[in-house]
Each structure stands twice: as structure tokens, then as C-alpha cells.
């Protein structure tokens, strides 16, 4: 089992729409939780950080749930320009070799 | 403000040539990081360093060096490069770990062929 598993997609959504998705992690001592969009042949930029009480950063909303080990990302009123790679980062330990990526959730907002 | 720059940003090698790529950051950020981003597979880390002089193996450290002679600068070199070896490279720098410290910059990548 993968330490960090997204569902890949793609999610094709229309302009407007509310779209989620969640990553899951295996480990339970997990300390730190990200949220990094990548556009295409672009490198990764972050995009929120996610706290245990939840954080929303204007139309983005993250949540971490702990008992099901599982992160969430809420985006409202979709925009074109949403159409990117999402990916779910999750910190072990807090070590440098503990940073894990996950594959990504492919989003596409069609007009 | 460069942030992170990655140099060369393409390059085609042929199989047991060897290379070196650049990362330099200019944000006196302690920790650096090099990936290495495969379809599919998300971005795995090859080697890291947690300061100036400093290095250590990550997921896949296997036919990778690396160098971090002064604390701006992070090198990643192929000895003998493989087919295997073809990929995205990351480049990606953090102040530490703790609280916001631990977010990642990147640079803009280096795709490597090896023919």
C-alpha cells in the first residue's frame, strides 16, 4: 500500500461547479499536511497548508480528518484556471526524508 | 528574487555519459532537495541536505551523487547515465521543518533523455 494515495482522475468539471477530493495517508504519526498544485510541465507550487481544525484560504477549503487518515480539498465556484495537478504532501517524523508526495489529482474545469 | 533556479532545463544524453545539474537558491534556505517526478509514480526524493555540507540518501539514491559545497548551491550528478534515469528533476529548497519552515520551494525542473 502506497504511504499516500490520491485518486488520479481526471476530474472534468464545468466552470462554476464545487469539485472535492481526498488523499489518504497509511501512516498514523503523520505530522504535517499540504495541499501543492502543479500546472502542466510546470514544477510544484503549494497551494495551502492544512490544519487539524480546518483552514480556508477564499474559494479553497482544507480539511484533515486524523481517525480516518485522510486529507480533503474543497474548491467552490471552479474557474478555468483551477485546471492543474493536485497534490496531497503529508510529513512523517518531521524529517527531511519523511516529506511524501502524492501522485496527484488531475482536475479540468471545461468552460 | 530567482527563488530556486535549475540549470539545465533540457538535456539528451546517451547511455554511461555522465552530468551534472545545478541547483542554486538565493532564499538562505537550510534544507535542499532533489526529486526526481515519473508518470504515475508522483515525485520521489533522491538525495536531500539539511545544510551546507551536509547530504543524505533518500528513496531512490542509486546511480545519483550529490554535492552541497556552499549552502546556496545543491549539485545532483549522473556517474553513468541509464534509460532508467529518464525523468523530470526537481530541485526544491525549505528554511527546516518545523511549522512553516517546512514548505518547499521549486525550482522549474530539468527533463533529462537518456537515449
Known amino acids: 500500500r502506497k504511504e499516500v494515495e490520491q485518486d488520479p482522475g481526471p476530474f472534468n468539471v464545468p466552470e462554476g461547479a464545487t469539485v472535492a477530493f481526498n488523499c489518504t495517508y497509511s501512516n498514523s504519526a503523520s505530522q504535517s499536511f499540504f495541499w501543492y498544485r502543479q500546472d502542466c510541465r510546470k514544477e510544484p507550487k503549494l497551494l495551502m497548508s492544512v490544519y487539524s481544525s480546518g483552514n480556508e484560504d477564499g474559494r479553497f477549503t482544507a480539511q484533515l480528518n486524523r481517525a480516518s487518515q485522510y486529507i480533503s480539498l474543497l474548491i467552490r465556484d471552479s474557474k478555468l484556471s483551477d485546471s492543474a495537478t493536485y497534490l496531497c504532501?503529508?510529513?512523517?517524523?518531521?524529517?527531511?526524508?519523511?516529506?511524501?508526495f502524492g501522485s496527484g489529482t488531475r482536475l479540468s474545469i471545461r468552460p | 528574487n530567482a527563488g530556486v533556479t535549475q540549470t539545465p532545463k533540457f538535456r539528451v544524453l546517451k547511455t554511461g555519459q555522465s552530468m551534472t545539474l545545478l541547483c542554486a537558491q538565493d532564499?538562505?534556505?537550510?534544507?535542499m532537495y532533489w526529486y526526481r517526478q515519473d508518470p504515475g509514480m508522483g515525485l520521489r526524493l533522491i538525495h536531500y541536505?539539511?545544510?551546507?555540507?551536509?547530504?543524505a540518501k533518500g528513496e531512490v539514491p542509486d546511480g545519483y551523487n550529490v554535492s552541497r559545497l556552499k549552502k546556496q548551491n545543491f549539485l545532483l550528478g549522473l556517474e553513468s547515465a541509464a534509460p532508467s534515469q529518464t525523468s523530470v528533476y526537481f530541485c526544491?529548497?525549505?528554511?527546516?521543518?518545523?511549522?512553516?519552515?517546512?514548505?518547499?520551494?521549486f525550482g522549474a525542473g530539468s527533463r533529462l533523455t537518456v537515449l
Open positions: 526544491a529548497s525549505s528554511y527546516g521543518l518545523g511549522g512553516g519552515a517546512n514548505v518547499l520551494t
Open positions: 541536505s539539511v545544510g551546507e555540507g551536509t547530504t
Open positions: 504532501v503529508v510529513i512523517l517524523y518531521s524529517s527531511a526524508s519523511k516529506i511524501i
Open positions: 532564499m538562505n534556505h537550510e534544507y
